[in-house]
């Protein structure tokens, strides 16, 4: 399972101890990023710091914190990827544990009550986690973080975390054979994923328990709620069906990406049809048919999927470093 923020707010519930174990500052190449997180209990894990040796380091350390440290206290190792623990990695990283009681954990529960708060009020302002490697504690900040801060992250006695709930909203219209092959390759990404069917006995599949599988035939009211960072996947069983989503999407012009599934003969009736409706070729060219990488080929469910969640990967990248791909608002004519 993926330890994200909601998941790790989820554990405030539990009655057993466990250790938190967090990739603090990076010196050079290693398995994971700053921020990322496992949880370890007695029995069980819950997340993953890049598997290897080191964590498995990690784990051996969490388990004697458990038996033997003071609750919400901050220890830190840093260690060499190499030769140590034989990882080619090559680079330094440090590794923050800290033993949680997680009904009286000040910052967890309060981690708790932000993503609530969240959930019922989208606007609701950010916080910050600060791991303050001075005092060895936990907070979580309301507000800004502030130069006090910035000059520990300077020099490794602390670091600051950015709570984001998911990285994009993900939503599929349709929950046919690439519907589902799409919420197979996409559920573990950190993203609110929606599958939406008018069809319930289309809805009867598993999946990670973090998918909303909505049955409705009220598409609009989904539109309305989207955002400028929404990425859509029209994959419906019907081309009139699809159509009328397309041409709802376009019209209320919020999303980041707009997919459709389809042929070249359908992507140029879509087209021509919306062209007529008054859409300009600007607008038009905002849909992204066929979907998924060019580069791959191949019409399986399975290998669409793949396709479209890597090809959503690099635009969500390329926004993050603030770079638009040339595919994410072009139609593809191959």
């Not at 090559?90 to 932000?114: D, M, R, S, Y």
């Not at 849909?287 to 998924?292: A, R, Y």
Request: with cysteine.
């Amino acid at each position: 399972m993926m330890l994200n923020w909601p998941t790790l707010a989820q554990l405030n519930t539990q009655t057993e101890p466990f250790v938190l174990v967090t990739v603090g500052a990076v010196k050079g190449s290693s398995p994971r990023e700053t921020g990322t997180k496992m949880a370890v209990f007695p029995d069980c894990i819950i997340g993953t710091i890049g598997g290897g040796n080191l964590e498995f380091f990690a784990i051996e350390q969490a388990r004697i914190l458990l038996a033997s440290a003071p609750f919400h206290t901050l220890s830190q190792k840093s260690t060499p990827l190499t030769p140590r623990f034989d990882q080619c990695c090559g680079g330094v990283v440090q590794l923050v544990f800290e033993k949680i009681q997680p009904t009286h954990c000040p910052w967890l529960n309060q981690l708790a009550q932000f993503i609530d708060r969240s959930q019922s009020k989208p606007d609701v302002k950010s916080v910050w986690l600060f791991s303050d490697l001075i005092s060895n504690k936990r907070i979580l900040l309301n507000s800004t973080p502030i130069t006090t801060h910035q000059a520990q992250i300077e020099t490794a006695t602390g670091f600051i975390e950015a709570v984001v709930l998911a990285d994009m909203d993900i939503v599929i219209f349709g929950s046919g054979h690439v519907g589902r092959a799409l919420v197979q390759s996409l559920q573990y990404l950190n993203a609110n994923l929606d599958i939406i069917d008018s069809r319930e006995d289309q809805l009867n599949f598993s999946c990670a328990p973090q998918i909303q599988k909505i049955c409705t035939n009220d598409w609009q009211s989904v539109i309305d709620r989207a955002s400028n960072t929404t990425y859509y996947i029209v994959s419906t069983h019907s081309h009139q069906l699809d159509f009328e989503l397309i041409e709802a999407i376009l019209s209320k012009d919020r999303f980041c990406y707009c997919g459709l599934i389809g042929s070249k003969t359908k992507k140029i009736r879509f087209e021509r049809k919306l062209s007529t409706l008054g859409f300009h070729a600007n607008q038009i060219a905002n849909i992204t048919c066929p979907i998924g990488l060019p580069e791959i080929q191949g019409k399986s469910p399975a290998v669409i999927a793949a396709s479209v969640c890597a090809q959503i990967l690099i635009i969500q990248s390329q926004i993050t470093h603030n770079q638009i791909p040339h595919y994410s608002r072009e139609i593809h004519h191959e």
